[in-house]
T-cell receptor, first 112, second 112 residues
Framework: NAGVMQNPRHLVRRRGQEARLRCSPMKGHSHVYWYRQLPEEGLKFMVYLQKENIIDESGMPKERFSAEFPKEGPSILRIQQVVRGDSAAYFC??????????FGPGTRLTVT | QQQVKQSPQSLIVQKGGISIINCAYENTAFDYFPWYQQFPGKGPALLIAIRPDVSEKKEGRFTISFNKSAKQFSLHIMDSQPGDSATYFCAESTGTASKLTFGTGTRLQVTL
């Protein structure tokens, strides 16, 4: 059973460009969470999605950030007009119905 | 977000010793307390978890002790090994399928 997959693993963007991060949950998991980890810090919740629905976006910045989990295909975290402060590791986790969340390897975003 | 206080920030333990990491929470509505292990450049991996209706849970060399009245819980790593050297995060959540709130992490180094 493959784990949570994220791509790309590393992403370099110039200020003002768009970043698209993808997450494929584990087979049978319908709940997806996105977290951000700044260097030398813990993980901060961003958004929780189920298929075609955003359940909790209380951790998402109000501007430039959006997320979706379409009926078909991976979940996408989109950052428009990136700034240097967006440089971080972005982790996706998936869960069957329940508490356990299993994390992917992350996407390390660098904004130059 | 609710505060989760984790200590110590870093810990050095000799091989064969016991590593102890502590967390304190504020929100009594939390009902799920996992610990994650993270190696550099990797995603967090679920290590062990507990619910507040039990005071202790053991899995191999890893034990969670839970003190509901003090709102504290701790991770004990028995017979610590150099391969245990990683960053450990405690976390909490409320209700089924809800977001995780993470502690700030403890960097553990196990020396020979």
């Amino acid at each position: 059973n493959a784990g949570v997959m994220q791509n790309p693993r590393h992403l370099v963007r110039r200020r003002g460009q768009e970043a698209r991060l993808r997450c494929s949950p584990m087979k049978g998991h319908s709940h997806v969470y996105w977290y951000r980890q700044l260097p030398e810090e813990g993980l901060k919740f961003m958004v929780y999605l189920q298929k075609e629905n955003i359940i909790d976006e209380s951790g998402m910045p109000k501007e430039r950030f959006s997320a979706e989990f379409p009926k078909e295909g991976p979940s996408i975290l989109r950052i428009q007009q990136v700034v240097r402060g967006d440089s971080a590791a972005y982790f996706c986790a998936s869960s069957p119905l329940g508490h356990e969340q299993y994390f992917g390897p992350g996407t390390r975003l660098t904004v130059t | 977000q609710q505060q989760v206080k984790q200590s110590p920030q870093s810990l050095i333990v000799q091989k064969g010793g016991i590593s102890i990491i502590n967390c304190a929470y504020e929100n009594t509505a939390f009902d799920y307390f996992p610990w994650y292990q993270q190696f550099p450049g990797k995603g967090p991996a679920l290590l062990i978890a507990i619910r507040p209706d039990v005071s202790e849970k053991k899995e191999g060399r890893f034990t969670i002790s839970f003190n509901k009245s003090a709102k504290q819980f701790s991770l004990h790593i028995m017979d610590s090994q150099p391969g245990d050297s990683a960053t450990y995060f405690c976390a909490e959540s409320t209700g089924t399928a809800s977001k995780l709130t993470f502690g700030t992490g403890t960097r553990l180094q196990v020396t020979l």
